[in-house]
C-alpha cells in the first residue's frame, strides 16, 4: 500500500507555470507506475500524463503534450508535474495516484491509490 500527497498548486496566469508534488509514503515506491489526472467542475476525470516504474517511459495526453513534463525519483519517494505554458484551460484539480502495473495506464479506473488533489486555477 502507498500514500499519495500532491503539493504545488496555485493561481497563476496564462502562459505561466507550476510543479506539483505528489509525495509518497509505505511500501516499494520503485513498484508503482504513477499518473497524474485532473478534473474540471463538471467535467470527467481525464488523463494528463504517467511515468512507469523507473521513470523511463513515459506517456501523455495530447492536450499537455510539449507543455508538462512527468518525473520521479524513487530514492525521494517522489513524482512531478512541471506544467509549463499554462492555459486556463488546465484549470482543475489535479490528482496523482498508483499502480503497481508495468505498463503504463490511462484509464483513471486502473489506478489503486490516490492523492487528495492540489487545485491550479489558471488566469486569462
Known amino acids: 500500500q502507498v500514500q499519495l500527497v500532491e503539493s504545488g498548486g496555485g493561481l497563476v496566469q496564462a502562459g505561466g507555470s507550476l510543479r506539483l508534488s505528489c509525495a509518497a509514503s509505505g511500501r516499494s515506491f520503485s513498484s508503482y507506475a504513477i499518473g497524474w489526472f485532473r478534473q474540471a467542475p463538471g467535467k470527467e476525470r481525464e488523463f494528463v500524463a504517467t511515468?512507469?516504474?523507473?521513470?523511463?517511459?513515459?506517456k501523455y495526453a495530447d492536450s499537455v503534450k510539449g507543455r508538462f513534463t512527468i518525473s520521479r525519483d524513487n530514492t525521494k519517494n517522489t513524482a512531478w508535474l512541471q506544467m509549463n505554458s499554462l492555459k486556463p484551460d488546465d484549470t482543475a484539480v489535479y490528482y496523482c495516484a498508483a499502480v503497481a502495473r508495468l505498463r503504463l495506464e490511462i484509464n483513471w479506473d486502473e489506478y489503486d491509490y490516490w492523492g487528495q488533489g492540489t487545485q491550479v486555477t489558471v488566469s486569462s
Open positions: 511515468t512507469s516504474w523507473s521513470g523511463s517511459n513515459t
